[in-house]
């Protein structure tokens, strides 16, 4: 069954969790036997799972001594067993034994839950009003929230309470949040402007699971007739990556600016850090699709809180060529800033694929950050950059990378 040796693996099917204070087991745990999700299946019922050797196991059991003793039984692709943990006073970690079927001999198990950051509101949150995404610098916060109106919030700290003032599409107010002692959890209170009466406004802290990252497609159609079969570039991005299983894949589609904003706009929910292509057609003044052109601006707009963004790529030919990125570098925040990459030429679809191919592995599979991902690209393949090779059915990409400054 398990060895005596401390397993860490945190490649989850499981995207994201919320930590509530008043949740007992309920979360997720760094334990003996790699990272454990756990959740509520009922009165006094839990199911989880936990990642050994890579292998997603299941757990489930009861709640005893008013909910400090977790009964379970689980099953492992080879093994399967019993057990019992014990939460400590603080709720910050558990003790316990399991044994495997048919066996005599129990083992000790332990898990520690996952720190959250000091007294800091950065970061997700699931609240009563929708997930909610708040930036801390110093005493300053800024975020948005629900999103499916993607409604702004801003105010500052004080004492570990943050006064903040929103923006709705057809309402605003003010409100505070006041962060529990381990800060993972708040409760406060809102009102709309002119009112007088105040409303109960909580949300718990959306831990990023640890391991995991995502690659984020946004596509626009490129057929422009009946004719022409169904192609896609996130397709082919989304079968090569399904063997990574710390990475998580979406793949939307656009048809104009509107869409295109609602599904970048929803990056920012993601508490994993997130690596962004648009893959569409592109001009030195910005994504086209249809009749339509997507300045840097609006881009730029669309990725306002997407503090957790590690890498925009433009799959679109001539997107870097003149300001479109540095125009989009000087819409960001100082507080959300990120490398953008891409073509300075009218890149050939074949080739686009391959340096994308190998790119987003060097990113996503082995861990390198996109500047290195990207001199090490141009190292292997220097048809990507500006080199031109004789006698090849293929020129020069014009791959560059911009730093944010």
């Known amino acids: 069954m398990k060895k005596h040796a401390?397993?860490?693996?945190?490649?989850?099917?499981?995207?994201?969790?919320?930590?509530?204070?008043?949740?007992?087991?309920?979360?997720?745990?760094?334990?003996?036997?790699?990272?454990?999700?756990?959740?509520?299946?009922?009165?006094?019922?839990?199911?989880?799972?936990?990642?050994?050797?890579?292998?997603?196991?299941?757990?489930?059991?009861?709640?005893?001594?008013?909910?400090?003793?977790?009964?379970?039984?689980?099953?492992?692709?080879?093994?399967?067993?019993?057990?019992?943990?014990?939460?400590?006073?603080?709720?910050?970690?558990?003790?316990?034994f399991w044994r495997e079927k048919g066996h005599n001999d129990w083992h000790l198990?332990?898990?520690?839950?996952?720190?959250?950051?000091?007294?800091?509101?950065?970061?997700?949150?699931?609240?009563?009003?929708?997930?909610?995404?708040?930036?801390?610098?110093?005493?300053q916060i800024e975020g948005v929230y629900n999103p499916s109106t993607n409604s702004t919030i801003h105010g500052t700290l004080e004492n570990n309470r943050f006064n903040f003032t929103y923006k709705e599409p057809n309402a605003e107010g003010e409100g505070w949040f006041q962060l529990n002692e381990v800060g993972n959890s708040f409760k406060g209170k809102w009102r709309a402007k002119g009112d007088t009466e105040w409303t109960d406004w909580g949300g718990s802290r959306v831990l990023p699971m640890p391991g995991i990252k995502w690659l984020v497609i946004v596509e626009a159609r490129w057929e422009t007739s009946l004719e022409q079969q169904e192609f896609s570039f996130g397709?082919?991005?989304?079968?090569?990556?399904?063997?990574?299983?710390?990475?998580q894949v979406r793949h939307r589609y656009f048809t104009g600016e509107k869409s295109f904003t609602k599904w970048v706009q929803q990056i920012a929910y993601l508490p994993e850090p997130v690596v962004l292509s648009i893959a569409s057609h592109g001009s030195v003044d910005g994504i086209t699709v249809g009749d339509e052109t997507i300045s840097?601006?609006?881009?730029?707009?669309?990725?306002?809180?997407?503090?957790?963004?590690?890498?925009?790529?433009?799959?679109?030919?001539?997107?870097?060529?003149?300001?479109?990125?540095?125009?989009?570098?000087?819409?960001?925040?100082?507080?959300?800033?990120?490398?953008?990459?891409?073509?300075?030429?009218?890149?050939?679809?074949?080739?686009?694929?391959i340096i994308e191919f190998l790119y987003f592995d060097m990113i996503l599979s082995r861990g390198m950050p996109p500047h290195v991902a990207a001199n090490n690209l141009l190292k292997m393949l220097p048809l990507a950059g500006d080199t031109t090779i004789a006698n090849v059915p293929f020129e020069a990409a014009g791959f560059v990378i911009l730093e944010p400054k």
């Open 296 to 353: 840097g601006e609006k881009i730029s707009q669309a990725l306002n809180y997407a503090a957790n963004l590690e890498l925009l790529h433009f799959s679109a030919c001539l997107m870097m060529k003149e300001n479109v990125p540095k125009e989009i570098q000087e819409h960001m925040s100082q507080n959300v800033q990120f490398p953008i990459s891409g073509y300075t030429t009218s890149v050939d679809w074949s080739m686009s694929a």
């Open 109 to 139: 198990w332990k898990g520690e839950r996952f720190a959250t950051e000091e007294m800091n509101f950065g970061g997700v949150w699931k609240t009563d009003y929708g997930s909610m995404r708040l930036i801390q610098k110093d005493n």
């Open 235 to 247: 397709d082919m991005l989304k079968s090569f990556f399904a063997r990574i299983s710390n990475v």
């Open 6 to 96: 401390f397993f860490l693996f945190v490649l989850m099917s499981i995207t994201s969790f919320t930590v509530n204070a008043e949740s007992g087991f309920l979360g997720s745990w760094n334990t003996t036997f790699g990272v454990m999700k756990l959740e509520s299946a009922g009165e006094n019922q839990l199911k989880g799972v936990y990642i050994l050797s890579q292998q997603s196991c299941q757990i489930d059991g009861h709640l005893e001594n008013n909910g400090q003793k977790f009964v379970f039984t689980y099953r492992e692709p080879q093994a399967s067993g019993e057990g019992y943990f014990k939460l400590s006073a603080d709720g910050k970690s558990f003790s316990g």
